[in-house]
């Protein structure tokens, strides 16, 4: 069973991130996730480990980034994070909150979506990060 808590950013530090995300989880540093202290963010543990933390980046009043680092152990929880997910987002104030996962990256494109986001690009972000990847831009819109 996996329990959910207030994000601490030591607790990214402790993630085994699955491949799929280890290639853009540069932010996975001790002073990138210093930065992640006060925002709105979880983590989930299971059995004392740490296998996921996801939360939200204020833009400007009205609009969000959300960010997730997940381990591969999540697979057998995410039924759970994901209604977690789609509990604790409307709970949050503002309007929009994107996301943007790797466009080969089935399951993260699955799990946005599972979590109320809409894809909105039509042909991918290309070389949107470092390593010059294409990534999906997905909003989450309140009405």
């Not at 991130?17 to 996975?28: H, I, K, P």
């Not at 943007?100 to 699955?110: I, Q, W, Y």
Request: hydrophobic content about 45%.
């Amino acid at each position: 069973m996996i329990e959910f808590v207030k994000f601490h950013p030591e607790h990214a530090l402790l993630v085994n991130v699955q491949v799929a995300q280890s290639g853009e989880c540069a932010l996975v540093t001790p002073a990138h996730v210093a930065h992640l202290q006060d925002t709105f963010a979880f983590s989930g543990f299971v059995a004392g480990q740490c296998v996921g933390c996801a939360g939200l980046i204020s833009m400007w009043p009205g609009r969000s980034i959300a960010w997730a680092v997940l381990s591969d152990q999540c697979g057998p929880h995410m039924r759970a994070i994901v209604r977690f997910v789609r509990q604790v987002l409307p709970t949050y104030p503002d309007r929009r909150i994107e996301a943007t996962v790797l466009a080969d990256f089935e399951l993260g494109r699955r799990f946005v979506e599972l979590c109320g986001f809409e894809r909105e690009d039509r042909d991918g972000l290309r070389a949107y990060d470092p390593l010059g990847r294409t990534f999906a831009l997905y909003a989450r819109i309140k009405p």
